[in-house]
């Protein structure tokens, strides 16, 4: 079974604070992706990766950056907490190989971030 | 941009029916449309895809189908149980995997 996980299930920080949301996969997926969830807005993406050090704007990446040093592990910063980025943080992640794509994405638990 | 729509408004069905959500989306024809699974609290789960050339998928219980026309999916759960209440998320590609998902639906099945 594919496993994504995140480093926590919930997380409360100040504003200003610099917060790291990790997450793992440990199914040599290519593909990893970072999402917030909002109510009435839905999914939305803030970066992936295809790769190693690679890393692709999503459609809403103000705010963040991430960090792909290894394979399995995608990391996610807050440089600067906002109360706007109150939020759950889902990360996915998927198989790609060459024209054989299994498309569907995996996600983990969610972690769901407070800022006071 | 490419868009999905999906009812917001819980739907609301008795056991043993059939539930039906509807997925549109706007502009060009994905390549495929995938349908998950969400319950509170919890990541989304993968339950089906459909490409842009089938009419029709099935998995057990579950029925998707693809309207190129209509610009439209149609997800159907037959005999629904109440472990079947859950939230519906219809995605579709944009490329490279990139997914754009809808807001899903709210599905309640009373005993």
């Known amino acids: 079974d594919v496993k994504v996980t995140q480093s926590s299930r919930y997380l409360v920080k100040r504003t200003g604070e610099k917060v790291f949301l990790e997450c793992v996969q440990d199914?040599?997926?290519?593909?990893m992706f970072w999402y917030r969830q909002d109510p009435g807005l839905g999914l939305r993406l803030i970066y992936f990766?295809?790769?190693?050090?690679?890393?692709e704007k999503g459609d809403i990446p103000e705010g963040y950056s991430v960090s792909r040093e290894k394979k399995e592990r995608f990391s996610l910063i807050l440089e600067s907490a906002s109360t706007n980025q109150t939020s759950m943080y889902l990360c996915?992640?998927?198989?790609?190989?060459?024209?054989?794509?299994?498309?569907?994405?995996?996600f983990g638990p969610g972690t769901r971030l407070t800022v006071t | 941009s490419q868009k999905i729509e999906q009812n917001s408004e819980a739907l609301n069905i008795q056991e043993g029916k059939t539930a039906t959500l509807t997925c549109n989306y706007t502009?060009?024809?994905?390549?495929?449309l995938q349908w998950y699974r969400q319950d509170p609290g919890r990541g989304p789960v993968f339950l089906l895809l459909?490409?842009?050339?089938?009419k029709e998928k099935r998995k057990e219980r579950l029925k998707v189908t693809f309207d190129t026309t209509l610009k439209q999916s149609l997800f159907h759960i037959t005999a629904s149980q109440p472990a079947d209440s859950a939230t519906y998320l219809c995605?579709?590609?944009?490329?490279?995997?990139?997914?754009?998902f809808g807001t899903g639906t709210r599905l309640l099945v009373s005993p």
């Open positions: 459909i490409r842009e050339n089938e």
């Open positions: 199914m040599d997926h290519e593909n």
């Open positions: 990766s295809y790769d190693v050090k690679m890393k």
């Open positions: 502009n060009y024809s994905p390549a495929y």
């Open positions: 995605a579709r590609d944009t490329g490279f995997q990139k997914l754009v």
């Open positions: 996915a992640s998927s198989f790609q190989s060459g024209a054989a794509s299994s498309y569907e994405q995996y």
